[in-house]
């Protein structure tokens, strides 16, 4: 399960810099306005009390495969439950909108 984790997190890093091309498609997982550092910050928070990992999913809303991984990790009951039962997940967005991480 872990391989699966890691493969599919090296397949969003190389493919992350795709830009996405549908402007139907409006969803919104990445906030540009959340600072990035305090979003880990939390998380640490959270998983110590919690005792689970840290998850970041670091993309933008205009990354098709960021998207797809999303909704792939939340509807496949498998993966869901994996990283509910032992990850904080947080969203770290990377785009132009956020100075901070550039």
């Known amino acids: 399960m872990k391989k699966q ?3 599919a997190l090296t397949i969003l890093m190389v ?12 969803v919104s997982i990445y906030h ?3 600072n990035a550092f305090e979003q880990i910050k939390q998380a640490e928070i959270t998983a110590q ?7 970041l999913m670091i993309g ?8 797809m991984f999303d909704t ?11 990283f509910k039962a032992n990850y904080v997940v947080e969203h ?4 132009k909108e956020n100075k901070m991480i550039h």
């Open 72 to 82: 792939f990790s939340k509807t496949d009951l498998s993966v869901d439950s994996a």
């Open 15 to 26: 493919f992350g810099v795709i830009k996405q091309t549908n402007a139907q498609e409006k």
């Open 92 to 95: 770290i967005n990377y785009s």
């Open 49 to 55: 009390k919690e005792g689970k990992h840290i998850f």
């Open 32 to 34: 540009p306005e959340k």
């Open 60 to 67: 933008g809303n205009w990354c098709r495969w960021c998207k």
């Open 5 to 7: 984790v890691y493969t």
